[in-house]
């Protein structure tokens, strides 16, 4: 007969195994939120800050261990598991959006999953993590206007979807202190591009429409090492290692060409003018990350993460990439226990704060493009002492509105459930 804690975790497979099977959830959720930069290489890319407990360091992970959390930023975490806990992880954000250029702005609102993991103990040298989490999202839409001999042209570019990563990670301890591990990625989705040229004062006019329809299925792997070392008993640094192999593949792409008229119902599709199907090639950049870290056991830790792209060999089918070779994204931070054995609440909670900077996160037409933003967040325990709700606040900068360019504002809100259940014991009464 299973245990009560047996039958949770064996329900919570079943509901990742639901999820994966509708994992639409991950990728059209992607879609929601606005920028313009995200016509770019694979779009807008997900990162360690968007998980609520990381990202509320402003993204540090790569020396990030915890027995209660599962952190896919480096696979030669898992080893963090204890050996008969399983772990359950599960997350999302929500974020107020403003996008301006020197002469108006606009705004939304948009949320997805951010995450749903599992991890568990193999043997007690071997720990392994299953989950899902958005890789890129692709969200986009914009206008320009041109007059011609007394008549006003319209050309609309639009972009939208976004590829889901699915990982099988594994760490395995090395030596005293060391341990490495590797992730297998399966990335799946689809991304649509689509630019319109039509005649908004003439509504019964033919318009053309350019459709690219490109659809992602592939393997991709990742590589972790962490090293800790105790100093004088009570304090422990840590370093960190990661490196995302580049791959390159084949991706199928459809091309269509048509046109179309305007009326007051919507567009109404006339002729075909190209529809063609095949594959293109893909190739994803490699990218090296390090950290360092200083803490005191369940009292405070104080991190730092540089993560180093090489975009110089990315390619894309006919997608234009990042105009710069390579980018660097810095992230600080830190969390702060006051007593984690303590009988106060307050007392009890972490508090953690940080920041990132990307300074070149792509070139537009010689501008540097920047990435930054100040998180904070704090981890509210639950009755059981290995789990807790993670909240996390960011608010952040993308872009700039010289040169006529897009600046993006955001506030991001994020929330994660880390629990870990006792597993493999069988009780003394059932």
Not at 67 to 82: E, K, R, V
Request: glycine share 10%.
């Amino acid at each position: 007969m299973l245990t009560i804690n047996q039958r949770k975790n064996y329900l919570g497979i079943f509901f990742f195994l639901f999820l994966l099977g509708n994992s639409n959830i991950f990728t059209y959720a992607q879609t929601g939120i606005e920028n313009p930069y995200s016509r770019f290489g694979l779009g807008e890319m997900s990162r360690s800050y968007n998980h609520p407990y990381m990202g509320s360091m402003g993204g540090v992970a790569y020396t990030v261990k915890k027995n209660s959390l599962i952190n896919p930023f480096n696979p030669a975490s898992y080893m963090g598991i204890d050996t008969l806990s399983f772990v359950f992880d599960i997350g999302a954000t929500a974020e107020y959006y403003t996008l301006k250029d020197s002469k108006e702005s606009t705004s939304g609102f948009a949320g997805n999953l951010s995450h749903l993991m599992f991890g568990f103990p193999c043997f007690k040298w071997w720990k392994t993590s299953i989950g899902i989490l958005p890789m890129s999202s692709v969200n986009y839409s914009a206008t320009t206007t041109s007059e011609d001999i007394g008549t006003t042209q319209n050309s609309s570019f639009k972009g939208e979807g976004g590829i889901t990563k699915v990982y099988w990670g594994n760490a395995f301890h090395i030596w005293k202190g060391l341990s490495a591990g590797f992730n297998i990625n399966f990335l799946f989705g689809d991304l649509e591009y689509m630019t319109s040229v039509y005649f908004p004062s003439e509504m019964e006019s033919v318009a053309s429409r350019f459709k690219e329809s490109i659809y992602v299925t592939n393997f991709t792997g990742d590589l972790g090492i962490q090293y800790f070392t105790p100093i004088k008993d009570k304090y422990e640094l840590g370093l960190g290692f990661t490196y995302a192999i580049p791959n390159g593949f084949k991706v199928k792409n459809t091309t269509y060409i048509y046109t179309y008229n305007q009326s007051f119902s919507g567009d109404n599709a006339l002729d075909t003018v190209t529809y063609q199907t095949g594959k293109t090639s893909m190739r994803l950049p490699q990218s090296f990350g390090f950290g360092a870290s200083f803490a005191e056991k369940n009292k405070w830790f104080v991190g730092a993460d540089v993560t180093y792209t090489d975009w110089s060999t990315f390619h894309f089918a006919d997608i234009k990439s990042y105009a710069s070779d390579n980018t660097v994204r810095f992230s600080l931070g830190g969390e702060y226990t006051p007593n984690y054995m303590s009988s106060l609440y307050i007392a009890r909670m972490s508090y953690r704060a940080g920041f990132h900077y990307e300074p070149n996160a792509m070139r537009i037409d010689n501008n540097a493009i920047s990435d930054m933003g100040v998180h904070f967040g704090l981890t509210l325990p639950t009755r059981k002492r290995r789990s807790g709700i993670n909240l996390s606040f960011e608010y952040g900068q993308y872009g700039t509105t010289d040169n006529n360019l897009v600046q993006k504002n955001y506030f991001k809100i994020g929330i994660s459930l880390s629990t870990a259940d006792i597993w493999f014991v069988k009780p003394k009464y059932d």
